[in-house]
């Protein structure tokens, strides 16, 4: 069964390391986001991406970066990690189309220390 | 910003009542809005969606309502039971966007036995 892996499931980090979470999906899925869940505030968008070597920028894009140089992965790098980025992390993937569902990952639970 | 805004924040009720999760929105150009289900530990997952050229949406015992002029759109769980004990986020998304959703903040629903 196709399916969207994360990894690691749980991390630790020290402010100002860089910290890399992976996101690989076997869905041959174009479109792939990266979202931030905190209590009070659902799931925000962080980097999207609709195709190999095309990348954008969310609503809490500051601090994190991603490239896109397969169909299969989206990896999301935090460049300087924050005490303030101590979240769970999700990917996502969907098929092109308007009511295309996205399939999530079981998340990334980050903290920053 | 475009808001999706989602109450309650947590809700208890016993098995067999119908819990009714609220949303609003603001930007009349959302034409598509999805709720997605999530269980602890693990992603979220489409439960159901609606286009506002429709009032409901049923499948099974979870219900979509939807006012278009009030701006405002509901999940009811008939007949609730413990399994159905989730995080239940509502989203909106527009063509516009090239459907990037925006999720509301999330509703914690507790179905006792």
């Known amino acids: 069964d196709a399916e969207i892996t994360q990894s690691p499931r749980h991390k630790i980090t020290e402010t100002g390391r860089q910290v890399t979470l992976a996101c690989h999906q076997t869905?041959?899925?174009?479109?792939m986001f990266w979202y931030r869940q905190d209590l009070g505030h659902g799931l925000r968008l962080i980097h999207y991406?609709?195709?190999?070597?095309?990348?954008n920028k969310g609503e809490v894009s500051d601090g994190y970066s991603v490239s896109r140089s397969n169909t299969e992965d989206l990896p999301l790098t935090l460049e300087s990690a924050a005490s303030s980025q101590t979240s769970v992390y999700f990917c996502?993937?969907?098929?092109?189309?308007?009511?295309?569902?996205?399939?999530f990952g079981n998340g990334t639970r980050l903290t920053v220390t | 910003q475009q808001q999706v805004k989602q109450s309650p924040q947590s809700l208890i009720v016993q098995k067999g009542g119908i819990p009714i999760i609220n949303c609003a929105y603001e930007?009349?150009?959302?034409?598509?809005f999805p709720w997605y289900q999530q269980f602890p530990g693990k992603g979220p997952a489409l439960l159901i969606a609606?286009?506002?050229?429709?009032s409901e949406k049923k499948e099974g015992r979870f219900t979509i309502s939807f006012n278009k002029s009030a701006k405002q759109f509901s999940l009811h769980i008939m007949d609730s039971q413990p399994g159905d004990s989730a995080t239940y986020f509502c989203a909106a998304s527009m063509q516009s966007s090239a459907r990037q959703l925006t999720f509301g903040s999330g509703t914690q629903l507790t179905v006792l036995p």
């Open positions: 869905w041959n899925h174009n479109n």
């Open positions: 930007n009349t150009a959302f034409d598509y």
């Open positions: 996502a993937s969907s098929r092109t189309g308007w009511n295309s569902p996205l399939h």
């Open positions: 991406s609709y195709g190999v070597q095309d990348t």
């Open positions: 609606i286009r506002p050229d429709v």
